[in-house]
Every structure is written in C-alpha cells, then in structure tokens.
C-alpha cells in the first residue's frame, strides 16, 4: 500500500493549458504539502495545508491553485501552463508534532510535467 | 547567501570508506534538521533526523549537529555502491509552519 500517491506520474502538455495534479496519503497525516523540483535538483515549497486549511503560500503564481477537499487528499490545478512550469512535482504529508518542527514528511513518487 | 548549503559534489569515495556530507544553514532559529536521500528519477526519502545538537547513530549512518556553529553533517560508514544518491540536507522551524527548506543537495559516488 502506498503511503503517499500521486497521480498522474507523467504529463505532457502544450503551453497554455490546465491541468491538475492528484495527490492522497493513507498515512492518517494532518498536513500534506507540494514542492517543486527544478532541472537543477532544487527542491522547493509551495503551499502546504493542516487539516484542510492552507499555512504556507509560498511566492507561487496564482496559476498555481492547491485545494484540499479533506485532510487526506491535497490535489494542485495550474492553469495557463507555462514552459518554466516544466519541473517534478511532489506531494508530502506529515504528522503534526505541536513541539518545535519535529514533523517528519514523507514524500510521494513525484509527477514529471513537461511543458511542451 | 543560501538558507542551505551544501557542495553539490559529485563526492567520490572507494567502497567500504567513510563519506561525510555537509551542510550550514542561515536561519539560527532552526530547530528541526533532516537528512534525505534521493535516486535518480525517485522521490526523497529520510534517512535521518536530528534536533539537538551532537551525534545520533543508526546503522551505518551518523548525523552530527552543531548550532552554534550552523553546521550539520551526515556521515556514511562502510559506503556502498548503492548509497550513490544525492543526498539532501533540509531545515525546519515551527514558527515557519513547519516547512522544510532544502540544500541544492550532494551527490555521493561510491567507487567499487
């Protein structure tokens, strides 16, 4: 069973379309988030969401559009694709941990979008 | 300057030698200090974790900490050829919403 799936792992897609991105952990987590990883390995936050509720809403276009219908799912639509989008996605959870930042996230297997 | 820096490497060590990866972040309030490890084409995945400062042993694996200095490192004993990954040094504060902020990462190459 896999903790944290993304689908789909692929997506090829022209400039100037919408799609979306599905993510869903089995871990009982509260928190899920999406990060981003350019061509240079660099692995970077975007948004994460508590219990439904988003936290972190970091300088992302607002092409980008997370949305969590429940605390297990966490699904991410762009639109208006662009080539710099081109990257792997991934989706994480974590269980929140109210002392320091003691959350250990664990990492789906990353959706590879190509902007074509 | 970078929130986390790492040598992108690539690190090249003989099979059965110690690798010691290194990593200094900016933020002094960081509390929380994590090790992944990342194939090609594969997702993160931890392998250690660490919050106060001096050494947490597991297996094969130590991490090292020292706040004062900003430093956290992750040494691999007895390195594999299959250890070859890059490995990502991440930092995380709860005042910041429990992010995590990653290094740029090091590659590892272990010779056989």
């Known amino acids: 069973d896999t903790a944290v799936s993304q689908t789909p792992k692929y997506l090829v897609t022209q400039m100037g379309n919408d799609k979306s991105i599905k993510c869903e952990q089995n871990?009982?987590?509260?928190?899920m988030y999406w990060y981003k990883q350019d061509s240079k390995k660099f692995l970077k936050i975007m948004f994460s969401?508590?219990?439904?509720?988003?936290?972190i809403n970091e300088t992302v276009p607002n092409r980008f559009s997370p949305k969590s219908p429940d605390k297990a799912h966490l699904n991410l639509h762009i639109n208006s694709l662009e080539l710099g989008d081109s990257a792997v996605y991934f989706c994480?959870?974590?269980?929140?941990?109210?002392?320091?930042?003691?959350?250990?996230?664990?990492f789906g297997a990353g959706t590879r979008l190509s902007v074509l | 300057q970078k929130e986390v820096e790492q040598n992108s490497g690539p690190l090249s060590v003989p099979e059965g030698a110690i690798a010691s990866l290194n990593c200094t972040y900016s933020?002094?309030?960081?509390?929380?200090f994590f090790w992944y490890r990342q194939y090609s084409g594969k997702s993160p995945e931890l392998i250690m974790f660490?919050?106060?400062?001096g050494d947490k042993e597991d297996g094969r694996f130590t991490a090292q900490l020292n706040k004062a200095s900003q430093y956290v490192s992750l040494l691999i004993r007895d390195s594999q050829p299959s250890d070859s990954a890059t490995y990502l040094c991440?930092?995380?504060?709860?005042?910041?919403?429990?992010?995590?902020?990653f290094g740029t990462g090091t590659r590892l190459a272990v010779r056989p």
């Open positions: 991440a930092v995380g504060r709860k005042s910041s919403g429990d992010k995590l902020t």
């Open positions: 933020d002094r309030g960081s509390q929380s």
């Open positions: 871990l009982g987590h509260d928190t």
């Open positions: 660490i919050y106060s400062n």
């Open positions: 969401y508590n219990n439904k509720e988003l936290i």
């Open positions: 994480a959870s974590s269980q929140e941990v109210r002392q320091a930042a003691k959350n250990i996230q664990y």
